[in-house]
């Protein structure tokens, strides 16, 4: 079914990150749906790993520029773009010295989570929101992979709960075996300050409890590993969402 606006909202995608299942799937399903002559866009953060000078990232000055509050602190959004390397797929990333700076993805290298990756999830949700907004692009489906894309759905249907931009769009989420770690004690403020509660995530605020918490916000969730751990293969069985196994890439566009 061509023709539909997609939208693919990840943390990690081949080449800009190698050896994981994610990043190859997050690949294949864009550059399938691309070829098959979808509008396809895709947004994932700028990590500081990813190579600017090799993968030819430029910052488009019209759409950066924006701030966005994180519990009462100013934080300034730079967008930058690529085109896949080979291909005619644009791949926004989400940029801002301090949180995507740091060469590490989520933890130091001692193995200790970083103290703000709560704020660094809040921060690429509510920066891809607003640049799809400033845009003008409506998409028709959002997939998101990856746990801090699970913060997305969550926001839609709370913070941005009246904004009608994104009513139509279908969201699916893909679950996949990330390492899990704990989220700041006090990200339930950091949330209420944008009018957010009563998620029981918060309970327990962790990576893994974020993602299946998404499950509730969004339209379908689909395995993006064929064998899920055994809390998210539990989440995965008891959500009333609409659901579907593991599927390989060829056949992703039966769910959209």
Do not use: C
Request: proline share 4%; glycine share 4%.
């Amino acid at each position: 079914m061509p023709n539909q606006k997609i939208l693919y909202i990840t943390t990690e995608m081949y080449p800009y990150q190698e050896d994981t299942n994610m990043a190859a799937v997050v690949n294949k399903m864009a550059l399938k749906m691309h070829n098959e002559g979808n509008d396809v866009r895709v947004f994932m953060p700028r990590f500081g790993q990813i190579s600017e000078r090799k993968f030819q990232l430029h910052e488009v000055i019209r759409l950066s520029g924006m701030n966005i509050i994180i519990n009462d602190l100013d934080q300034p959004l730079i967008i930058k773009v690529a085109s896949l390397p080979g291909e005619r797929l644009q791949v926004y990333f989400i940029d801002n010295e301090e949180y995507f700076k740091r060469k590490q993805y989520y933890f130091d290298d001692e193995g200790n989570p970083f103290e703000d990756n709560d704020e660094r999830a809040i921060f690429f949700a509510r920066g891809v929101i607003e640049t799809i907004k400033k845009l003008n692009w409506v998409p028709d489906v959002i997939h998101l992979n990856g746990w801090m894309a699970s913060f997305v759905p969550i926001y839609l249907k709370t913070y941005y709960e009246s904004d009608t931009y994104f009513k139509d769009a279908k969201i699916v989420l893909s679950l996949y075996n990330e390492k899990d770690a704990a989220l700041a004690s006090n990200i339930d403020e950091k949330l209420k300050f944008d009018n957010i509660s009563g998620l029981k995530a918060l309970d327990n605020p962790s990576v893994k409890t974020f993602v299946m918490e998404s499950m509730n916000y969004v339209d379908m969730v689909v395995k993006g590993d064929e064998f899920l751990d055994e809390d998210l293969d539990k989440a995965f069985n008891e959500t009333t969402t609409p659901k579907s196994e593991y599927l390989d890439v060829d056949s992703i566009n039966q769910l959209y």
